[in-house]
Structure formats: C-alpha cells, structure tokens
C-alpha cells in the first residue's frame, strides 16, 4: 500500500502543477511591513557570498531572501525609510568582468530584475558612496550574515559587520542597531505562497522517508542512504537537501547531530534518519527511526512508544496563543514517567549532577538536572521556513507562543548509552545513580529514537503535514513489504 501510495505521490510531485511562487508584490508588502516598524533610518542587508568550493551549493541567506527575492552571490540591499514609508531600495552587485562572466553568468537583465523583484541593481562600488550619502537619514539596521540562526552570536567578522565597522568609524555619530529580532517576528508567520512551498518541500521529504525506509536492511551503507534521500529529493523537484542528512545506525543513532554516515548497519540495529529537502529555497525536516532488519524488538519498541506518545502530547496542546513551553512540558512529563518505570531514572523527579557547562542553569530552568533530561538534552523543535531553523517553534519563537499559520517540528528523541554515565561527574549523587541505572541502561545500550514531524498551525490546533509512515506497524509494513519485494526479483 504505502509503495503504491509513495509511488503515486512521487508522480504526482513531478508532474503535477507547481506551488505558487511568491508574487513581485508580496516581497514589495514585505519591506513596506518592514520600514513601518522601522519608521526613519537606513536597512543595510548582505547576502550570500560566492561558495569556497566547486561542490558546495549556493543558498541564499534567508533574510535577504525574505526581503528581495534575489538569489545571486555577493549581494547587498539598501532601503531608506522616512515616517514608516520607503523612499530609496536598491540590490547592488559587484561588476562582473565580461571573460569572469563566460564562466559563473552575465549580471540580470535590469528591466527583467524590475519585473521579478521591484528593485534596482547597481554595481557595489558604490555602495560606500551610497551609504555615506544616507548616513544623515536616522539609524542604521543592520541584517546579520549569517547563514543560520544558531551562529549569529558566534559569526566572525564577516563582509556586513566589517562593512559596517569601516562605516561606523567614518560616522561615529550614527546610532547602528540590528533589525534581526524584527525580522524574525515577521517570518515566523507564513503567507499562503510560503505555506505552499513549504508544503511541497515537506511532500518531498516524506518521499525520501519512504525511499530510505525500502532500502535500509543488514549491509547496507548509512551512506547508501544517504545518497538515495539527496537523488530522491533532486528527482521530485527539489533543488536538494535542506540541511546534511543524519543517518545513523546502532550506536551512531544516540548522536543528535551524527554526520559521518559511514557505518555499515547491522541486524538487531535502528538506524536514525533526519533528512529534509529544500524547495524554491523553502525546508523540509523530517526524522523517523526504522529497525534495520524491519521489525523493532521489544526493547526498541518500548522506547519507540514513549516517543511517540511525548510527540502526539505535544502536537494536542499546540495552537494559536498556547505557550511553546506547554509543548515542551507535555513531552519531559511523559519521557520521565515512562523513563522511571523502565528503571532509566531513579524517579519522575529525580536529579543528577550534570555535566554541562551551563550547569549553573538548574536554579532557573530545574529540568536540565533532572535524571529524565540525561536522555534527550537537546528542544523539541524549531520553526522552519526559509532555513532549516527557522524563526517560531520551541527554540526561535519571537513571542512565546505559536502563532497562527506558522510551521514548526515537534521533534522528542530518547537516546540511550552507556557512554551517558561514563560521562558524569564522580560526585555521591551521580555515584548512587550510575549503580542504580547502569543494568538497564546497558539494556537499551544504543537505542536511539526520535521521531520528528512538521506542522502547521491553524486556527484550532494544528495540521500534521509530513506523512511519513510513523507508527510501528505502518514502518514494519513498509520495510517488510520492501524485503518481499527484493526476494521476489520484482
């Protein structure tokens, strides 16, 4: 069923219409929204700058992509706003020498850039010039560089912040703020066009779910899987990953953000599998964790469920105007009852002497030094949208709460290894822990689970939008069925 189903969607994602794209008018509704709350000053945006290398793939930095459209390297976007009204906005480029140009493109057609965006283009020697003309015209926003979220307050000094360093030192007297925190409150809620697009890059996720699900069995390569997910994605549409596939099997599956995938997977195994696809510069992000010979044991199957049920809690307590944190409780309350209960713990509430650096936590947020916590440290989600973590969800929300029409993972895990306890500090607290957990934890020595959906909020709750077979026996027919399938020669 789920074969023909996939195969029909696959289908379906080729040849069928495409999403709407977004309308020259939208990215225009977008900087007038922007220079309202900015009421008088300057918007000073970089983009993305030229790739290192020959096989790494250009993206666009997700503000600047927000803002323009414009998806060409080196980039930079100037608006002037007077009373909450734009008065000048313009993209500038470096010019491009005429043999440079037989290799990486000739610049845009100017009347077509116009027509596609709204805005101007001029050569980026004159930017300086530029800026220094507008220097009197209020504050200076700035958009930082960076190509995720989660590096901005680590990003080096990069062409915008050197840009602006350069500029500040010549006008000491301009006020430089950074318009970030504005941006992110606007993109966490998606338009129509976006939740289009966002749709299709979850649709083509989910295929590669089903594609990795068929082909996972004792022998084969994480790499092989990894492979198969990138030409699945690139066959449907999609113009690739949205972010470097996680797969790992056996003791690799207990590593959040394992990468290597170079392991070769063995029976009795899981193997976890985050993928998503990028399409029209719009992220997928979905995980499931499959058994590698195609049917969970009792161990994997108890751990398996507690997952689920700490996700299916989540997604009931989401909607509009509901604490992201509601969410997040949902799930610790469930991973520490049913923790307990298998023995992992010494209790729902029972605490531990951690060992992470910002150990100093557990005053303000007590769960981080609750035994429950050792077995998933990291947040249950994130928004996606323009960037694999997006503005919204658990981690990056702007306000706190969810908001209507924007989409976001729910993402638990419990990750199960001895290397956990080998970790810990020696302290009598830790001692009498590692005693009465280490048999069970070396049990379920290398059983990692998580599962990850993204969602859609709506007025009453949300809409489950990546449909990947999720429940045990949906992902054991699956595989099962595939393992058929190849014994058969068809």
Known sequence: ???????????????????????????????????????????????????????????????????????????????????????????????????????????????????????????????RE????????????TVTDAHSRDYRSTDSLSAERYFVQRF??????????????LLDSLMVVKSPAEIALLRKAVDISVLGQIAAMKAVRPGVNEHDIFALTDYTFRMAGASGPSFRAIIGSGPNSTSYHYRANDRVMQAGEVVVMDMGALYDGYAGDVTRTVPVNGKYTADQAAIYSIVRSAQQAAADVARPGEPVGTGDKA????????????????????????????AARCERVPVVCTQAFLYMAHGPGHGIGLEVHDAGGYSYSPTGS??????????????????????????????????????????YNHIGIRIEDDYLVTPTGVEWLSKAPREIREIEAVMQAAAKSRRSGS
């Open 130 to 141: 530029v800026m220094d003309g507008l220097a009197g015209r209020g504050t200076l926003w």
């Open 1 to 127: 069923m789920f074969r023909f189903a996939s195969m029909c969607l696959l289908g379906l994602l080729i040849a069928g219409p495409l999403p709407a794209q977004i309308p020259t008018a939208e990215y225009a509704a977008r900087r007038d929204t922007v220079a309202a709350h900015l009421g008088d000053g300057v918007l000073l945006a970089f983009g993305a700058g030229e790739p290192m290398t020959d096989e790494a793939d250009f993206h666009q930095l997700p503000a600047f992509q927000y803002l323009t459209g414009y998806d060409r390297v080196n980039a930079v976007f100037v608006m002037a706003v007077r009373g909450g009204r734009v008065t000048y906005q313009m993209l500038f480029e470096p010019p491009i020498d005429p043999r440079r140009a037989l290799y990486d493109g000739f610049a845009p057609d100017s009347a077509d850039l116009e027509r596609r965006t709204g805005l101007g283009l001029r050569d980026r020697d004159r930017l």
């Open 402 to 443: 969810f908001q209507l029409n924007e989409v976001f993972t729910i993402e638990p895990g419990i990750y199960i290894s001895t290397a956990l306890l080998d970790m810990l500090a020696d302290t009598p607290k830790n001692r009498a822990f590692i005693a009465r957990v280490r048999p069970v934890v070396e049990r």
């Open 168 to 181: 500040w030192a010549a006008h000491p007297n301009v006020t430089v703020r950074s318009a970030d925190a």
């Open 331 to 358: 799930i610790r309350a469930i991973m520490a009852t049913e923790l307990a209960r298998l023995g992992l713990t010494e209790g729902p509430d029972a605490t531990f002497d951690p060992p992470w650096a910002d």
